[in-house]
């Protein structure tokens, strides 16, 4: 199978554009439509775990929210840090995996970028979309606000396009060997309990 019937550009907008919609639907994570251990499945479990984390991202800025509710959402951002990392390596070995049998030219080139950092922001772009096309829709805001989100929407419907070309890019010099790229885990180390020393310090003898 070529491998842009498995991956482009317009699969990935689309599988994050039909997991904001499904999250906003009941405002809450919705049942992954595709099959356990698929690319198409991590996908969209990419972008519901983003969708979660720009709500709490919203909820912990009330200026009313009490102080241990802050600690509680505090760590649930911290927990949803470390899904978005897990989640968006294995989408590099998805994509690694689809072009494991392509030997790389002599002198091709290493991009510092992976295939699924680029679909990370993607996915956020798609958030940023919904959210300011939602924006341009209020009954309740001036028509100087309308007007500047209506502005800054069509520059983020720009980066989407740009994103899309990138992303196309990048995945046609993979199978075509020009260039390269690594799958460089992140080693957060905040969560490990042996690595931060804010809590290997303070264990419980």
Request: charged share 30%; hydrophobic share 30%.
């Amino acid at each position: 199978m070529d491998f842009h019937e498995k991956i482009n550009s317009k699969i990935v907008v689309t599988i994050f554009q039909n997991s904001v919609a499904d999250w906003h639907k009941q405002e809450k994570p919705s049942t992954n439509p595709y099959p356990s251990g698929t690319l198409e499945n991590t996908l969209y479990q990419k972008n519901q775990v983003d969708t979660i984390q720009w709500h709490i991202e919203d909820e912990i800025r009330r200026p009313d929210i009490p102080v241990d509710e802050i600690v509680k959402l505090k760590r649930s951002i911290d927990s949803l840090n470390q899904d978005r990392t897990d989640t968006v390596e294995r989408l590099d070995d998805f994509v690694g995996d689809l072009f494991k049998n392509v030997q790389p030219k002599a002198g091709a080139r290493l991009n510092s970028e992976s295939p699924a950092w680029l679909m990370d922001r993607m996915s956020i772009l798609e958030l940023k979309i919904y959210h300011m096309l939602e924006q341009t829709q209020r009954q309740d805001a001036s028509p100087t606000h309308i007007q500047n989100c209506k502005n800054k929407l069509d520059i983020l419907l720009e980066q989407r396009q740009d994103l899309s070309v990138c992303l196309d890019e990048l995945l046609t010099d993979l199978a075509t060997g020009e260039r390269r790229f690594k799958v460089y885990r992140q080693m957060k180390m905040y969560n490990d309990k042996s690595l931060n020393p804010s809590l290997y310090k303070n264990t419980t003898k």
